[in-house]
Every structure is written in C-alpha cells, then in structure tokens.
C-alpha cells in the first residue's frame, strides 16, 4: 500500500514503535495494566496527546444498557485497544470496529502482548 494512502501514518507508527520497545523492556507476561502504564510513559515523554479508559455507552430507544470503556484515545485520531494473551480473537476486532463505527473514527490499532512478541492489527472505518 502507497504511505500516502495510509490513515495517520506517522502517528500510527510511532505507537506501534512504543509498543515494541516497551515489549523489549518488560516482556509480554505482563498484566495489561502494567502495559497502559508503560506506554503512559512513552506517550508523556513524546508529548503526545492522549485520553485512556474512555466511557462509550451501549443505548437503545435513548437509554443506556451498558458500557464500554477504551483504552486510549491518541490525538484525538487513533483508538489504541491493548490485548495481553496468546492470541487475538474475533470479539477483540469487532469490540474495535463498534468504538470506531460510533464515535466517527477513521483508525484503530489493536495489539497484543504476548510471550512470543507484540502483535498489531490497523482496523479501519471508512464510514
């Protein structure tokens, strides 16, 4: 694919290489909570704007049946959705689709850390 073609990709790649050097740094048997606090290091140090544990409400008929929260918002852009385990499942790509489909966003990168490295899927919405 053309890099002009590319949603956000200097923003995207320099998460991702935050990724890979917190995985360098601390390995991937970590708690995801460990993680979010690792790359709250990274974005700090980069200036970078982030939100994390963002609230999306799950409404029907105007009222609210649940909740989901994500667990970062970069620039205002890119839903950054962390994973720890063996692998991604299907659940974790439609979680991402859904939080991009109702908040109007064009990129989400969902990775995983797990034993054997760091793993990433760009999920894009189109509208």
Do not use: H, T
């Not at 995207?12 to 606090?37: D, H, R, T």
């Not at 974005?43 to 939100?51: G, I, P, S, T, V």
């Not at 609210?64 to 205002?76: A, E, V």
């Amino acid at each position: 694919m053309e890099k002009s073609k590319i949603i956000y990709p200097e923003l995207s790649y320099k998460i991702i290489g935050f990724c890979y050097e917190l995985f360098n740094e601390i390995g991937g048997s970590v708690p995801e909570k460990a993680v979010k606090k690792g790359l709250k290091l990274f974005f700090a140090e980069n200036n970078l704007r982030y939100k994390e544990e963002l609230y999306w409400p799950i409404v029907a008929k105007g009222e609210i049946l649940g909740s989901y929260y994500f667990d970062f918002l970069i620039d205002g852009k890119i839903v950054l959705e962390l994973k720890v385990g063996d692998k991604l499942k299907l659940k974790d790509y439609e979680q991402l689709k859904d939080y991009l489909d109702q908040n109007k966003l064009k990129l989400g990168l969902l990775v995983r850390f797990g034993r054997d490295g760091v793993e990433f899927r760009r999920i894009l919405n189109l509208y």
